[in-house]
C-alpha cells in the first residue's frame, strides 16, 4: 500500500504518500510474554509536511530496578499514546479533541 502512495504523483510533484500519514502496530511487542514494553511502531509519510521523515528513534529508556545483584532490567521507554498524539496533531486535532479532564491520551 506504502508503495503505490508513493507512485501516485500529486499535481505539485509530491507523492500521495507525501501527503499521507500511514501507521503500522502491533497490539503487543513480546508475543510470548504478552508485553506491551517496547512496542513496534512503523510510520511513512509525511503528512503534507507536518512529520519529519527518515528517521529511526529509539525511545527506550532502560532502568536497573533493584540494583543490589539481584535486579533485573525493564525498558520502560515512552508513553505509547505519544505517537498518537502526534498524529492527531499532524491531522489537525486540538488537545480537546484527544483529552478527557485535562489528561492527554485517547479514551
Do not use: C
Not at 500529486?10 to 504518500?17: I, K, N, Q, R, V
Not at 528517521?55 to 533485573?72: E, K, P
Not at 492527531?88 to 491520551?105: H, L
Amino acid at each position: 500500500m506504502v508503495k503505490k502512495l508513493d507512485a501516485f504523483k500529486e499535481a505539485d510533484g509530491s507523492t500521495m504518500l507525501d501527503n499521507s500519514f500511514v501507521m503500522w502496530t502491533n497490539e503487543m511487542a513480546e508475543g510470548k510474554l504478552h508485553s506491551l514494553i517496547s512496542m513496534p511502531v512503523l510510520t511513512a509519510g509525511g503528512a503534507g509536511g507536518k512529520i519529519r521523515t527518515g528517521n529511526f528513534i529509539d525511545y527506550r529508556q532502560g532502568v536497573t530496578i533493584n540494583a543490589d545483584g539481584y535486579g533485573f532490567y525493564l525498558d520502560l521507554g515512552r508513553p505509547y499514546n505519544e505517537i498518537f498524539v502526534t498524529a492527531f496533531n499532524a491531522m489537525g486535532m486540538q488537545p480537546a479533541d484527544y483529552e478527557r479532564k485535562g489528561v492527554q491520551g485517547f479514551w
